[in-house]
Structure formats: C-alpha cells, structure tokens
T-cell receptor, first 117, second 113 residues
Framework: AQSVAQPEDQVNVAEGNPLTVKCTYSVSGNPYLFWYVQYPNRGLQFLLK??????LVKGSYGFEAEFNKSQTSFHLKKPSALVSDSALYFC???????????????FGTGTRLTVIP | NAGVTQTPKFQVLKTGQSMTLQCAQD?????MSWYRQDPGMGLRLIHY???????DQGEVPNGYNVSRSTTEDFPLRLLSAAPSQTSVYFC????????????FGPGTRLTVT
C-alpha cells in the first residue's frame, strides 16, 4: 500500500528565511508525488507534482520540491518565506489501490507552517 | 467559471438525521471525489467517481452514499448521521485518469450532536 508521512505537525520560520516542509513516502513501483496547500477556511490548492524527470520540481508561488529516491523523501522548499505562506501543507502520493485506473491520491496528515514577521 | 461549489457551508445535525451535501463543478471534469478532513488525520477519501454513472468506494465509505447522474453533480448522502461523522467535507474534481491536479471546493463543516 502507498503511504506518505509528514513528521512535523508544525513548522515555524522567520520571514525571509528559507523554509522546508518534510515528506517521506512508501510506495510500490514508481512514486507519483504531490504537494497541496490549504489556506484558512479554504479548500486545498495544487502546488506541484513529481512524476518523472528532474529531481527538483518547481511549482506555484515560488515553491519547489526535491525528490530523493535513496531517502524516499519529497521535501517542499522555498528560498525566502513570506508571511502569506502561512498555511497547512499536505504531501500526497498516487494510490494505485484496488483499481489501477482510478489513480486516487493518498494524503499525509499535514504540516502547519507559520511564518513569523 | 465557478469551479467546484459546495452547499451548505455549515450544517448541524442530530444523531440519526439524514442529509445530502451538494457538490457541483462547471469544468467538465470526469473525476470527482469526496474527502473528509479531521484533525491529525489529513484528508481521507470517502467515495469517488470516474464519470457519470460510475462510482466507487474510497478509504472510509461506511455511512455515506453517492450517485453521479450527470458530469456536473456529485452529491454525498449521510444516511443516519452519527457523531463520528462530525468533520469538514471537501469535494474535488479533476480532468481525468492521468490528471493529478485536483480542484477543491470550499468545504462543508458538519457537526453531529
């Protein structure tokens, strides 16, 4: 079965500093990995995905993620945090599941990022 | 485009009551899903649909029914509400099988007393 783990419930970072939100995965076969963000009282929004190719994936709002096969990780990064980046971040993996055609996503438990002014 | 819309935004039910959460999308997406979001548990898939007339169970389907009579609408029915169904419910849609960018609605916050 596919799974993702987000080891930190909460990450605090000062505005202007680099930020990292961690994600590790466990899959059978090639991993399809994703990051979503949830702002307060909103639905989730897609940030970026890794399916194949370059290990460094660039996404929306200046975010990027690094795929590391040996460490089974897919950490989300941004060089300089903004207060407006404060939100709940979810890592997700394609869930092959019982029907390979469905390609649903299995989400992690989320990490709350707070950027301190 | 309105994207994915959900109604109501908030709902309070008594144990044993039934209700339907509405979800609609105007992007002509084939895939639609329902998730519930609970603290410390992330999002869990309840039911999903790969097209009109086709639905299947997700990770936590018990106590919920769905149908998909049109491409646009994907209602979620709670048959007999229980306090364990207190949660925030999100509907999502995406283009098709190989599109992983899901578009989420704003959510419905449900409290069962």
């Amino acid at each position: 079965a596919q799974s993702v783990a987000q080891p930190e419930d909460q990450v605090n970072v000062a505005e202007g500093n680099p930020l990292t939100v961690k994600c590790t995965y466990s899959v059978s076969g090639n991993p399809y990995l994703f990051w979503y963000v949830q702002y307060p009282n909103r639905g989730l929004q897609f940030l970026l995905k890794y399916i194949t190719g370059d290990n460094l994936v660039k996404g929306s709002y200046g975010f990027e993620a690094e795929f590391n096969k040996s460490q089974t990780s897919f950490h989300l990064k941004k060089p300089s945090a903004l207060v407006s980046d404060s939100a709940l971040y979810f890592c997700a993996v394609r869930d092959i599941g019982k029907k390979t055609g469905a390609n649903n996503l299995f989400f992690g438990t989320g990490t709350r990022l707070t950027v301190i002014p | 485009n309105a994207g994915v819309t959900q109604t109501p935004k908030f709902q309070v039910l008594k144990t044993g009551q039934s209700m339907t959460l509405q979800c609609a999308q105007d992007m002509n997406h084939e895939y639609m899903s329902w998730y519930r979001q609970d603290p410390g548990m992330g999002l869990r898939l309840i039911h999903y649909s790969v097209g009109a007339g086709i639905t299947d169970q997700g990770e936590v389907p018990n106590g919920y029914n769905v149908s998909r009579s049109t491409t646009e609408d994907f209602p979620l029915r709670l048959l007999s509400a229980a306090p364990s169904q207190t949660s925030v419910y999100f509907c999502a849609s995406r283009t098709g099988q190989y599109s992983y960018e899901q578009y989420f609605g704003p959510g419905t916050r449900l409290t069962v007393t």
